[in-house]
Nanobody, 124 residues
Framework: QVQLVESGGGLVQAGGSLRLSCATS????????VGWFRQAPGKEREFVAA????????YYGDSVKGRFTISRDNAKNTVYLQMSSLKPEDTAVYYC?????????????????WGQGTQVTVSS
């Protein structure tokens, strides 16, 4: 499995921005498709964004399209989630995932490795 560590979460006002990072020490990180998911209190974990191994293709959940951007720097073994125009409903624990079994990149069941999550809180 790939060891993943998220960072960059915090408290931000509505309309603000945050950039999350997900780092790994694995030298094979560039081989993996990666995804971001989030889970709000009392809700199921939902797909946020995903990127193919080279960042050539990206995918977004409907609720974040046009506001969030996923990117990766394979030289730094890091994937990023730039979040803009944040809303209170974006408040959640954000998780990165890697090592896709196959199937849809928006399906959390397809990922073998997960980080511990980072809290994002958006105040109104």
């Amino acid at each position: 499995q790939v060891q993943l560590v998220e960072s960059g979460g915090g408290l931000v006002q509505a309309g603000g921005s945050l950039r999350l990072s997900c780092a790994t020490s694995g030298r094979t990180f560039s081989r993996y498709d990666v995804g971001w998911f989030r889970q709000a209190p009392g809700k199921e974990r939902e797909f946020v964004a995903a990127a193919t191994w080279n960042g050539g293709r990206t995918y977004y959940g409907d609720s974040v399209k046009g506001r969030f951007t996923i990117s990766r720097d394979n030289a730094k073994n890091t994937v990023y989630l730039q979040m803009s125009s944040l809303k209170p409903e974006d408040t959640a624990v954000y998780y990165c995932a890697a090592d896709l079994r196959g199937g849809s990149m928006s399906d959390q069941r397809q990922y073998r490795s997960w980080g511990q999550g980072t809290q994002v809180t958006v105040s109104s």
